[in-house]
Every structure is written in structure tokens, then in C-alpha cells.
């Protein structure tokens, strides 16, 4: 069902000024790219809170974050309803909630609904009046005394509630939301469910009970004999026959009080097949294959920014089946069937990766033939047995050309068997001569966090090893540098693409190097001026004088506003987007003026896309860019009129503009200014 539509205006923070409009059944705010309402704050979490439309009625509730959420200032603590006019905060940043679909309306409590009232039988007919005393009737009678006891119930009662009230505050009971599985989800008979809730209490709750079918499975308590809040729990749980369960949590806080029931349910169906989030026989070594590795029911492949899914499935091991034994030095021809079980056509630049565990002197990557969804692809990766005895296991997955690893791991495990030693030759008088019992086996693993990242970030390399007298790694600012056990880890900021060499003697004094490789895309220009995130700091004007920002649509003065997220002529939307409109007279402008925090240096660049709003059929103005001392010089300008398509503005500052601390954005109308709807998309000066 199609919900009313919701308005969220950024009040304060960056991104003051900007709107979201969205109508759905669940909204999500949060810092990370994919959430309904992107806020950009380092103080709000990538799923900081969720707007949901229950019983008619808008309900927020905070997702576990790491500040909370606040609704006038309140901390929010469960389901909160939402009216008209409401302030939220996330971090930094706080939003004006708007819905006229609720205006005026106070919120409810969010609860179940009330109970309809017990029946009660209709009464009996009347009887034939008898006399009493005084000449009342019996009937008189008793109904005076019913009424008499019913007055002392009712004094009674109030007189304890009363004493009660106290009480009756201090008996607070947690909140409990079912982030996972959604309710009605599917899983086949066997298959483990990961059943994730976040529970909240002022007085911090002690533990999470999961029941199934009414009775408990099990029970979640927190380390902390005082409670924690907000404390989640994942709880696991798996059927054994097909049906229909409903799976019950309650929460307990440090008081004793425990939560109103929270229930979903669970359609489980016949016997588990292998899915692209299943591990088969090729994954990592003590991994059970029998059951696969658990899942949250709900959990889907990420999604690309074209809206089609990344995921990669094993099929069969074309070569080197697990556990084959290859002589030390051998070359080891490793070929790997893989569907793609994804909706995104695998096309240039997708890539087979070294992700952990030996490496056997494979290069870290290899290029993947093109492959439609669906279709399987054979992979193979030349690598060479290792000359020390032992069992030796690789994991590889896919990697995207925009760096994202994805996809199910899968494996290549080989055997190395100790080299059969010459039996000497008996004497005519033989002497027993002790063995020394072999080394025990080392470990050497080489792992690095993230192997690609940006010119002037950081990764960290990690070491695990056991059984070895030495290790030194090599590779940008180590240089043989020694490497001491179990574990280790060093954070490393390589300028260019580099690979690093841990170098491993062992206890029998043989030696092996395992590799890792770091790859380095350049850096981008660095934004040092964001107009948008200053639209409210500049010094807005028309011919009519000084403009309120932001302005309202409204204003035959001219106006700005913030149209992030909506359409623009060529079909595009993005989220910093500024409309300026000019005047409503003929040839009006407006005008905003920035002092930039400081001057403009020799290279910096203005950058931006200038156009029109969608349906802005007759819009025709000229943009202009102005520089100077007092922001009048021309630095750039263009006639635009509606022709769907948006114009890209790229230019570097004249030398004359130099050292100036003043840049305005203008615009003028071509006549009338009818729908002159004008739109400068991410405006910023960039300095390389």
C-alpha cells in the first residue's frame, strides 16, 4: 500500500538546507550510501534509525546506534510515534519531520490494540415486585445495597492505586525489536537461522529468552550483571521437520521486569540445497560442509549502484580436488568452476583474488572471461607444491572492478608428503642410534585487511605463526624487518601499488615466503570549498534586496532551496543539487555571495552541472561565476535554455582571481522568468 508521503528537512549540520521525500512502509536513516535518508555525519551510524508506518501512524525507532536518536530532544528508548512539526537528531545533525497526513493528530501509545470487551449476558427479565418494609419493594431494596458495596469496592481500589502509583512508575519493562529474519521467511529443514534482536531498557537488560512454539530453546544473557542497553542478541536455531514455527522473544532488565512478547514466524520447508550463501566442499579446512555456514535468513548479496546483485557460486572442482598430493616444487594447475549466480553480467575488469590462508607463489589475481548472469565459468590459477611437507589450503573469491570482493569462498588444498629417506646399509655390528622426533608443524598465515585502497589511506598487515625460528617482512617502510609470534600486525600507507614479502624459517631450518599485495588507485582532487554546504553561509540578494535562505517557492522575490534527490531535465537526480530562481519580472536575477574561509590558490578549479528542474519546458537564463575582491569580476558564464540535458562547468581560476576570498553564484532570466526553475549540481572549487 502505497504510504503518504514524508518530508525530512536537514535543520542543522553539513548538509543544512537539503530535503528528502519519501513515501514507503520503512524508512531507514543512516550514514552509509543505500539508506533511504543519507545523513553525512561522523557521529551517526551507517543504520542509525528506522520510520515505519504502524496502524496507520509514523513510528521511529533508534537501530542500536552508537549516540542515539532524540525526538525533541528526547532520547528515543522503543517505538516512538511521530506527529507534524517533530525534531529528530542524529548525531550533529538535526531533521524537521513533516507529514500533513498527521497533522495536528497527538501519537498513540504503540501497542497492541485493545482487547474488545468481555460478553457479559443480558439480563434477566423482571420479576413481579414483592413488598418489603416500609412498603419498598425487595427489588428496592437490594439494589440499594449493591449499590452501597459497589461505592466501597471503588473507594477501595482508588485508595490503592493511589498508594500504588509510585510503584507503578518505577515498573518499567524493555523494549524488544526482531531485526532478523523478517516474519514469513522461508528456510529449508536443516538450515541454520540467525535470529537477531536489539533490546532496550533504561535499566539495562540481563538477558534475551528465544522461545519456540512456546517453549524456550534457549536463553542469551548479557556479561554484565547490571544489564546493557541497548543489548543484541544473535540467537541460532534450527528445525528439524518442516512446519510453521513461531519463534517468541522477551527481554529482562536488571529489576526482574521483562517485555511484552515479540513474535515472528518461520516457514520451513523440505530438504536443504546448496545457495550461493552455503559453503560446499571447497571452503576453508574444519569448515562443516554437511550443514553449510550459518546465514540470516533475510541476508541478500549486496546490492550495485545500478540496482543488479553481485554473487558467485561454486559448482565443481574441474582439477585438484581437495587433499591431492603434488611433490615439493611440483606446478599445480588449479581450475575452479563458478557460476554467477548474481543479476550483474560479469564484464571487464572482474577478477579471481587471493583473499587468505597459502598463497604457493599464485599471482594475487587473475582476469575472469566475460560471463552473463546465470552462465558458469571455468577459473584456473597456476601455482607451485611448497618444498616443506604438509597440507597447504588457498581461498579465492571474486572481486568487481570497483574493488568490492564478493561472492562464496572457495578453496584449493594440497598435499606435500615428506621426501622417503635412504635406509643405510646394516654393519656386521650395527648400533642402535636414537631418532630425534620431527619438528612440530609450523603455521604461517599472511593476511592484509584491505588490498586495495586510496593514495594516502592506510591498511593493516596481519602475521599469524607458530613453530618457526624467524620471520622478516619486506615491502615499502619494512625492510627485513623482524616479525615476532603468534601474532602480529603492522598498519602500512604505501604511495603506489606494492607487495609485500614475509620471509619464514623454520624449526628444520627450511625456509618459505608468503606475499600479499596492496594495490593503490590515485587519489582524486581534494574539495575545499562545497557550495552547497555552505548555501545558508552566503549573502543571498535580487533585485528586490536581501532573501531569506532557505526560501519558499513561493516568493516572487526570487529564492533558494535545496532540490537534492529531485529529478532535473535530463532525468537524473543527485543529492546536492541548489535551485536559484530569479525575480519574477522580467530579466531578474538573484545573486549569492560566499567569503570563502580562505583565498583562491593558483589551479583551483570550479566545478559543477548547471540545468533545469524536470518540466521546466520554457526555463532560458544565464549562469554566471564571479570572483574578486568584491565578488563582481566574471569568471566564467553561459546561456542555458531547456533542451534535457545538463551543462558540465569546469574551469580554473584566472590568475587575476588569485588570493580573492569572494565567489558568487549568479543567475539572470532571458526575458520572462517563467518556470526559470534553475538547478547547479554539487558546486565546489577543487584544488589538485
Known amino acids: 500500500m502505497q504510504q503518504p508521503s514524508i518530508t525530512l528537512t536537514v535543520q542543522q549540520g553539513p548538509q543544512r538546507g537539503q530535503r528528502f521525500s519519501v513515501s514507503k512502509d520503512s524508512i531507514i536513516l543512516g550514514r552509509v550510501v543505500g539508506s533511504d535518508v543519507v545523513v553525512t555525519d561522523s557521529e551517526v551510524s551507517r543504520r542509525h534509525a528506522s520510520i515505519t508506518w504502524e496502524r496507520g501512524q509514523p513510528v521511529i525507532r533508534d537501530l542500536g546506534s ?87 469496592v471503588v473507594a477501595a481500589v482508588g485508595a490503592y492505586l493511589y498508594t500504588q502509583r509510585g510503584k507503578k512508575i518505577a515498573g518499567g519493562v524493555p523494549t524488544v525489536v526482531i531485526n532478523s529474519p523478517a516474519s514469513g521467511s522461508q528456510v529449508p529443514v536443516g538450515q541454520e537461522v540467525i535470529v537477531q534482536v536489539t533490546a532496550t531498557d533504561p535499566k539495562g537488560v540481563t538477558r534475551v529468552e528465544l522461545l519456540v512454539n512456546g517453549v524456550l530453546y534457549h536463553s542469551d544473557v548479557s556479561p554484565n550483571p547490571q544489564g546493557q542497553s541497548p543489548f543484541i542478541s544473535r540467537q541460532s536455531w534450527r528445525a528439524s521437520a518442516p512446519g510453521t514455527y513461531t519463534l517468541m522473544l522477551k527481554a529482562y532488565n536488571a529489576a526482574g521486569g521483562v517485555s511484552q512478547p515479540e513474535a515472528i514466524t518461520v516457514n520451513v520447508t523440505g530438504a536443504t540445497t546448496p545457495g550461493p550463501g552455503e559453503v560446499t566442499s571447497t571452503l576453508a579446512p574444519g569448515t562443516p ?12 548479496p549486496p546490492p550495485t549502484p545500478t540496482g543488479c546483485t553481485l554473487d558467485a557460486a561454486f559448482v565443481a572442482d574441474v582439477t585438484v580436488p581437495d587433499g591431492t598430493v603434488f611433490s615439493p616444487g611440483t606446478q599445480v594447475d588449479k581450475i575452479w568452476r563458478i557460476r554467477n549466480s548474481g543479476s550483474c553480467p560479469w564484464e571487464s575488469g572482474y577478477t579471481w583474488v587471493f583473499v587468505s590462508g597459502d598463497q604457493m607463489g599464485a599471482a594475487p589475481s587473475q582476469a575472469v572471461p566475460a560471463t552473463a548472469a546465470g ?28 574493488g568490492q570482493v564478493f561472492g562464496q569462498t572457495c578453496s584449493v588444498q594440497i598435499v606435500v608428503p615428506a ?37 594516502g589511506n592506510c591498511t593493516t598487515l596481519r602475521v599469524h605463526i607458530e613453530n618457526v ?122 545573486q549569492g555571495k560566499y567569503h570563502l ?5 593558483a589551479g583551483d578549479r570550479f566545478v559543477a552541472k548547471v540545468g533545469f528542474l524536470k518540466n521546466a519546458a520554457a526555463g532560458n537564463v544565464r549562469f554566471m561565476v564571479t570572483a574578486g575582491t568584491n565578488g563582481g569580476s566574471t569568471a566564467w558564464t553561459q546561456v542555458k535554455p531547456y533542451n ?3 551543462v558540465d562547468v569546469s574551469f580554473e581560476f584566472p590568475s587575476i582571481f588569485v588570493g580573492s576570498s569572494y565567489v558568487s553564484l549568479r543567475l539572470l532570466a532571458n526575458g520572462s522568468p517563467s518556470q526559470d526553475w534553475a538547478v547547479w549540481v554539487e558546486p565546489r572549487i577543487e584544488r589538485p
Request: net charge negative; proline share 12%.
Open 289 to 300: 560442509t554437511a550443514t553449510g555456514t550459518p546465514v540470516v535468513v533475510t541476508g541478500t
Open 375 to 402: 552462465a558458469n565459468v571455468d577459473i584456473g590459477v597456476t601455482m607451485y607444491a611448497p618444498s616443506a611437507p604438509g597440507t597447504y589450503t588457498g581461498h579465492w573469491r571474486m572481486k568487481s572492478p570497483d
Open 419 to 455: 621426501l622417503a629417506t635412504a635406509t643405510p646399509t646394516p654393519t656386521e655390528t650395527p648400533t642402535a642410534t636414537p631418532t630425534q622426533p620431527p619438528p612440530p608443524s609450523s603455521v604461517i598465515e599472511f593476511t592484509v585487511d584491505d588490498d586495495t585502497i586510496t593514495a
Open 597 to 601: 574561509p580562505s583565498p583562491i590558490q
Open 469 to 590: 625460528q624467524t620471520a622478516t617482512l619486506s615491502g615499502a617502510e619494512y625492510a627485513n624487518s623482524g616479525v615476532t609470534g603468534p601474532h602480529w600486525s603492522g598498519s602500512t600507507c604505501p604511495a603506489s601499488t606494492t607487495t609485500y614479502t614475509l620471509h619464514v624459517v623454520k624449526l628444520d631450518s627450511s625456509t618459505e615466503d608468503k606475499t600479499v599485495t596492496v594495490n593503490v588507485t590515485p587519489a582524486g582532487p581534494t574539495v575545499v570549498y562545497d557550495f552547497m554546504d555552505h548555501m545558508c553561509d552566503a549573502n543571498w540578494t535580487s533585485g528586490a534586496g536581501s532573501l531569506p535562505c532557505p526560501g519558499g517557492t513561493g516568493d516572487n522575490e526570487g529564492f533558494v532551496i535545496a532540490v537534492g534527490g529531485m529529478e532535473l531535465e535530463d532525468g537524473s537526480t543527485w543529492p546536492k543539487a541548489l535551485e536559484t530562481h530569479p525575480q519574477w519580472v522580467n530579466d531578474g536575477w538573484i
Open 66 to 152: 552508537t549516540n542515539g536518536t532524540f525526538v525533541n530532544g528526547v532520547r528515543v528508548t522503543g517505538a516512538q510515534a511521530l506527529r507534524d512539526g517533530d525534531t529528530i537528531g542524529l548525531g550533529k545533525a538535526q531533521l524537521g519531520f513533516q507529514c500533513p497526513a498527521v497533522a495536528g493528530a497527538y501519537p498513540t501509545a504503540v501497542g497492541p490494540a485493545p482487547r474488545p470487551p468481555a460478553y457479559a449476558p443480558p439480563p434477566a427479565p423482571p420479576a413481579e415486585a414483592r413488598k418489603g418494609p416500609g412498603g419498598l419493594s425487595w427489588m428496592a431494596l437490594g439494589l440499594l445495597g449493591a449499590a452501597v458495596v459497589v461505592l466501597l
Open 644 to 646: 534535457n540535458s545538463l
